[in-house]
T-cell receptor, first 114, second 115 residues
């Protein structure tokens, strides 16, 4: 039973389209995150929600909008996709927003914008 | 603000040889430190963590790391490399109890294991 699951695993789309990535965790964690991994494998945090409340909002274009309907779900919607949005997007969760135990990561969504 | 530097983007060792992956951190408060491994086309898996208890931390798959405050380092070691250890390794830091828990990752080190 997958702890942090993301869908879809692969996403190929054209520039200008709008797309969403979904994430669900069944660990009972309070905090969820979105990270972006670029082509050089560098990981950068985008957003974090704690019990449905946005607590981290890094410098991300406002075309990216997260939404957390409940503490087990964190979705990422991207408007007007650009070539530079191509990357692997990882969802993660942690017990609290002070993660002594680190994060549990999903397997990633590889987004390719053509 | 905290930061992480991983020295060496690529490390190549022979099977059975010692693995040493270097990580130095910068943090204004006592940090939490982590090592993650990423296999191709997979997510990140936690190898081990330091959260202010014992300075020598043992993790999964025979890996361990030592927290050295004086050197601001948290290097990852394994006595004998296996072919299955070939992967990308990430060091990460968070600011412990004093701030929101975002992890800041190093740029990663690709470990190649030669037969």
């Amino acid at each position: 039973d997958t702890a942090v699951s993301q869908t879809p695993k692969y996403l190929v789309t054209q520039m200008g389209n709008d797309k969403s990535i979904k994430c669900e965790q069944n660990l009972g964690h309070d905090t969820m995150y979105w990270y972006k991994q670029d082509s050089k494998k560098f990981l950068k945090i985008m957003f974090s929600y704690n019990n449905k409340e946005l607590i981290i909002n890094e410098t991300v274009p406002n075309r990216f909008s997260p939404k957390s309907p409940d503490k087990a779900h964190l979705n990422l919607h991207i408007n007007s996709l650009e070539l530079g949005d191509s990357a692997v997007y990882f969802c993660a969760s942690s017990q609290t927003d002070r993660p002594r135990d680190g994060y549990t990561f999903g397997s990633g969504t590889r987004l390719t914008v053509v | 603000a905290q930061s992480v530097t991983q020295l060496g983007s690529h490390v190549s060792v022979s099977e059975g040889a010692l693995v040493l992956l270097r990580c130095n951190y910068s943090s204004s408060v006592p940090p939490y430190l982590f090592w993650y491994v990423q296999y191709p086309n997979q997510g990140l898996q936690l190898l081990l963590k330091y959260t202010s208890a014992a300075t020598l931390v043992k993790g999964i798959n025979g890996f361990e790391a030592e927290f050295k405050k004086s050197e601001t380092s948290f290097h990852l070691t394994k006595p004998s490399a296996h072919m299955s250890d070939a992967a990308e390794y990430f060091c990460a830091v968070s600011e412990g109890m004093s701030n929101t828990g975002k992890l800041i990752f190093g740029q990663g080190t690709t470990l190649q294991v030669k037969p």
